[in-house]
């Protein structure tokens, strides 16, 4: 008989939400469930970095750095392997330092206009910043696919460690909402945070793989236990990449007592192309 081949598994998960009233319906889910919201990512973070060090960033990322060392700390992986790689998948990017770049050039002329917010504009930035203050060389990449984007992002995480190009990745979500952006989308639901997971290649843990375009579940979020499968509620708005990612959160969460498997759908408001993540416990 032969040993089992290691597969990729969630070793670690971290969340951050503020605590704004920005996602007060999703807020109270999260809570219900054990997920608290946190006042402050920069007091969060300060247990681990220099104030100093954080206090040019931008909300963006140190929200995503707050989730990211969160889930190694939860994987016992801080300071990360050197080779850790860094997926990210984001609808809009960084909303405020975007508006902030597009403010300076309608006020001061291009001529004018911020350097540093046009550096910080980019879709990629949050990636960028987290490989430099964690320290890890590994690959980086971000997805921006609209709601499918935390989907898309796993399934990349997941091939990364499939052919051995990383040791480790964290794959995560994260999006902000700036009220500026909803004067133009007033009906665009707010949704703002982070999630990531810690993901290595082992014997035993909770697996994650992505179906695309699957039969549409009678629930976003379906739990698999004994007494068989059981949805388990939650409000899944679109324009953020968060709600599948907050999914795999409160499922993660609910699988530490008594659920084996867990599915988390997505489905893009426009494309009407779908993912379903599937979690499952190796026995």
Known sequence: MTDRLPRPVITGMGLFHAADGINAELDAQLAERG?????DATEALSAYFPKSRLRR????????????????SDANRFPCPEDTGIV????????????DFMDSILNDGPRLS?????????????????SLLLQAKGPAFTVN????SFAGALQIGISLLNNDRCSQVLVGALDEADPRLREVFP???????????????????TTADVLWNPEKPSSPVLLRTSDGARPLPMETPTGSALPPAFGCALALNRMKENADAAGVFQESARSRRSALIRLEKLS
């Open 145 to 148: 696919d609209q709601e499918l």
């Open 35 to 39: 997920l608290l919201a946190q006042a």
């Open 187 to 205: 009906a665009l639901p707010a949704v703002a945070g982070g999630v990531f997971l810690c993901l290595e290649r082992r014997n035993q843990g």
């Open 114 to 130: 911020s350097p540093l917010a046009f550096s910080h504009a980019v879709n990629n930035m949050a990636a960028g910043l987290l």
């Open 88 to 99: 990210i998948g984001t609808f809009f990017g960084c909303q405020k330092t975007s508006f």
């Open 57 to 72: 960033l931008p909300l963006y990322a140190r929200v995503g750095l707050c989730a990211a060392v969160s889930a190694l």
